[in-house]
């Protein structure tokens, strides 16, 4: 079977998947938050860290990162949940019917693991020796400054890397740091309102 026709059955897979519009999720979640009292809630559910919600959660940086990505590139991008191969979502660009698959993967707060950092986390994507179109997004949920240019990107079998984070403290403010494995440019972003 040909590379061509390995291709063309995944696209065929990923054109019928249910894809949301990012800035949709966002706004509604922001609903969400300004009407309940998180903060009075246990930090697993406010953060959306139980078992029972960490998917919500990872779906909600994939939404962050495609809608900082659309700023980024100014185009219209969606997202689909797909947890199949080495990814979790697949971005869609309607406009060109193009298809990207996205891993996702967080440098976690010092109260969730101190012993972890961001370049523990890309160590670990080594493991993906062949996802020559995969795009890792690493969402870094600490405080904290990043020299790029110290980071080991050694031996990474993937396409694209990208960091991304809030650039202030009540999350109005974003940023989006990549493509690593190429030459990096940094993109601020505001989080969407309705």
């Known amino acids: 079977m040909s590379i061509e026709c390995l291709m063309s059955i995944r696209t065929r897979a990923w054109s019928k998947l249910k894809y949301y519009d990012p800035k949709e999720i966002l706004v509604a979640l922001r609903e969400i938050e300004r009407a309940y ?52 979502y697949i971005a869609r660009v309607p406009e060109k019917n193009l298809f ?17 950092n961001l370049q523990k986390e890309i160590d670990k994507l080594r493991k993906y020796s062949d996802s020559i179109d995969l795009c890792v997004a ?41 493509n690593l494995l190429d030459t990096p440019t940094e993109c601020r972003f505001n989080y969407p309102e309705a």
Do not use: H
């Open 37 to 88: 009292p998180l903060k009075d809630m246990p930090y697993k559910v406010s953060t959306l860290r139980s078992r029972s919600l960490r998917s919500r959660g990872e779906s909600r940086q994939c939404a962050i990162f495609c809608y900082g990505m659309a700023q980024l590139l100014g185009i219209a991008l969606l997202y689909a949940e797909s947890e199949v191969d080495d990814y979790d």
């Open 100 to 116: 990207i698959p996205i891993q996702m993967k967080e440098v976690v707060p010092e109260k969730v693991n101190p012993e972890t």
């Open 138 to 178: 690493i969402y870094v949920n600490r405080v904290q400054s990043i020299d790029v240019s110290r980071l080991n990107l050694s031996g990474l079998g993937i396409a694209e890397l990208y960091l991304f984070g809030a650039a202030t403290p009540t999350q109005e403010t974003w940023k989006i740091v990549g």
